[in-house]
């Protein structure tokens, strides 16, 4: 072998090698400063309690913090575009929902986020199941009494939601759908929801546990059937709307942490395993169960699945439901 293909053998392996110990010194020394953890809602949402509760010891685990930035407006849209905007650099990530990376795609005309192609799947962490609920004065006491009743009343109910396109509105429509049955969907974008559904304004409404936790132990609100795939650990004695005979109703509020697309996978990795540790933590887990949340980890390739499939699965949701494209 020539002098000059010999050096240039060893240059090769040193380059290769070079690479390969950046690549490991990028990974030791991640993160190197706090991580930006983008939540696409306001302050005080569910969104935001969970996304703090999380991050906190999500940053313990990672050795940095993890500072919750609040970028609400639009459904999500505002916060989840400049998330999949952002430097595919590890330091600024996404706490995504069913809302801004399954139901958005299908619900808006001008969203300017792909949530596939603009997004690097990093964990699945946690859902909430919303739980159907009456005001006292609609004489229903099961899901079966309250189809009859609607039946035998077709201009008496109607349902409140936080607006178009949200899951509570998406779960009264399809219950309409599937049973056969006539309700006015009543959109909110504030508190009144609650006011006018334990005045009796609102007939019903699917809402999430933990909201409606005093008003249903009070007796103020009566809950009918839960939307997950199984029993409320919660609420183990109320059937699911499945085990009422709709198999088209789940709904859950569910949660991910996603980064921009193109980040490196090395970092993936660290964040993933920082996020399962997160969810093994004794305290967090019960932090959690106090909030009525499911803990639901999966790693990147199943929550690349999940979205993909959840995408899937609101399109002719949102198409029944008349929420027509923004």
Not at 76 to 89: H, K, L, N
Not at 267 to 276: E, G, K
Request: include cysteine; glycine fraction near 10%.
């Amino acid at each position: 072998m020539s002098t000059t293909r010999r050096q240039l053998g060893y240059l090769a392996a040193s380059q290769a090698l070079g690479g390969l110990s950046f690549r490991q010194a990028r990974a030791q020394t991640y993160p190197a400063r706090p991580i930006i953890l983008v939540v696409a809602y306001g302050p005080g949402t569910g969104t935001d309690l969970l996304a703090r509760q999380l991050g906190e010891r999500m940053g313990t685990v990672l050795g940095q913090r993890l500072v919750v930035e609040n970028r609400p407006g639009a459904s999500g849209m505002i916060g989840t575009e400049f998330a999949a905007r952002s430097r595919p650099d590890g330091y600024t990530l996404l706490f995504g929902n069913n809302q801004t990376l399954a139901v958005n795609v299908s619900l808006y005309r001008d969203i300017r986020y792909d949530p596939i192609r603009d997004f690097t799947p990093i964990a699945r962490l946690a859902s909430q199941d919303a739980v159907l609920v009456v005001n006292p004065r609609i004489p229903a006491r099961s899901v079966a009494e309250l189809v009859a009743y609607a039946r035998a009343n077709p201009d008496r109910l109607n349902f409140g939601s936080p607006g178009a396109g949200a899951s509570a509105h998406l779960a009264g429509e399809t219950f309409k759908a599937a049973a056969g049955i006539h309700m006015v969907h009543v959109p909110y974008n504030n508190a009144q929801l609650f006011a006018d559904l334990l005045s009796g304004a609102i007939s019903l409404s699917f809402y999430p546990y933990l909201s409606l936790k005093p008003h249903i132990a009070s007796g103020a609100l009566i809950p009918l059937a839960t939307t997950g795939v199984t029993r409320s650990p919660w609420l183990p004695d109320l059937p699911t709307m499945i085990e009422c005979g709709y198999p088209t109703i789940i709904f859950t509020s569910w949660f991910g942490l996603y980064g921009p697309a193109g980040l490196p996978g090395e970092i993936t990795t660290t964040l993933s395993a920082a996020a399962q540790r997160t969810l093994e933590d004794p305290e967090v887990r019960r932090a959690l169960s106090d909030s009525a949340t499911r803990v639901e980890y999966g790693g990147p390739e199943e929550l690349a699945r999940f979205t993909a499939s959840e995408i899937e699965r609101y399109r002719p949701i949102i198409a029944q439901s008349g929420a027509a494209p923004g």
